[in-house]
């Protein structure tokens, strides 16, 4: 590893270790080791979320509903 590589590596631990003290009374509260891990968590239920919504069609579903309602309201006859 270069010396630059060294640094980079050795910041990247400081910044873990910083992160790590100012969220572990949070981390400890949700069952998580670190930020990090409860960031990955996070994110992979954020997108298995966004999946099943876009194979059901949920989000589409309720933009037409959303969308019909608000042309109901305002159309003038």
Do not use: H, P, W
């Not at 509260?29 to 990090?36: L, W, Y």
Request: charged share 35%; with cysteine; proline share 0%.
């Amino acid at each position: 590893m270069t010396e630059r590589g060294a640094r980079l590596q050795q910041l990247k631990e400081q910044m873990n270790g910083v992160e790590d003290e100012v969220f572990r009374k949070f981390c400890r509260e949700i069952g998580v080791a670190n930020i990090r891990s409860a960031t990955l968590e996070m994110s992979r239920d954020l997108g298995s979320e966004n999946m099943t919504r876009r194979s059901t069609g949920t989000d589409n579903v309720k933009c037409g509903f959303i969308r019909y309602d608000t042309i109901e309201e305002f159309n003038v006859d």
